[in-house]
């Protein structure tokens, strides 16, 4: 009888921790990497019931495998369209859209580099071969610079030197690496690789750039996920993103 005891009371114990224990999903887009890995260590430092799981692409890509069913709770875009899309498909509720940090869009060239870039209009230079940009369907930092390409009157001046990419990073590294002449990223891409690539200028957006986070709706997590925006939303979460090189809503 005290041996099945045990038992008892170890299985009990057991279930209890497992119903503590909490694996949270986080999709978010590339650019937030950094920061939210610092963001997500401070997080779980201080709910050592929960381990964050992150998962960072494009994020026109991170929403289509929730779509197609990947299990997320928390989803994170780069652009306020990519959220829009997200409620359409009733992957995330309007009501828990919340925009927590915004940034810009600058051209970079290597560190290297001895092009000087100084208008958009530049990039129609002969001396100008390879333009890295994400792709304008899933990528907002593509999608972003094909618009002011678009305002501007250059987009068929310079559509076929542009090198895709399957992400913002993926743009920067090409840039860093000296793979190609200039590129589109965030300015807090072009903060963490400063040294190896140089701000040619800043460039305007037709509207802002906002990043929105929000519950997916599927979550079986729901109160941990809160947990989470309400941390990214909160002084200690906005100091991070201050550091790593965005800006306040």
Known sequence: MKH???ITIALSFFLSVSSWAADLTVSA???LTQAFQE???????QNPGTKLRFNFAASGALLQQIVNGAPVDVLACADTDTMAKAVAKAVVNASDSKVFATNRLVLVTPAKSDLA????SDLKKPEVKRIAMGVPA???AGHYAQGV????GLWADVKDKIISTQNVR?????VARNEVDAGFVYASDAQLMAGKVNVALQVATASAIQYPIAKVASSTQAAEAQKFIAFVQSEAGQAVLKKNGFTAP
């Not at 870039?117 to 958009?120: F, G, N, V």
């Not at 390409?149 to 501007?152: P, V, W």
């Not at 993926?170 to 090409?174: E, I, M, R, T």
Request: hydrophobic fraction near 45%.
């Open 138 to 140: 899933s990528v907002p």
């Open 29 to 31: 887009a590339a650019s």
């Open 117 to 120: 870039l100084k208008q958009l």
């Open 4 to 6: 099945l005891n045990r």
């Open 39 to 45: 963001m997500g260590s401070q997080f779980e430092a």
């Open 149 to 152: 390409l678009d305002k501007a």
């Open 170 to 174: 993926q743009a920067l590294d090409y």
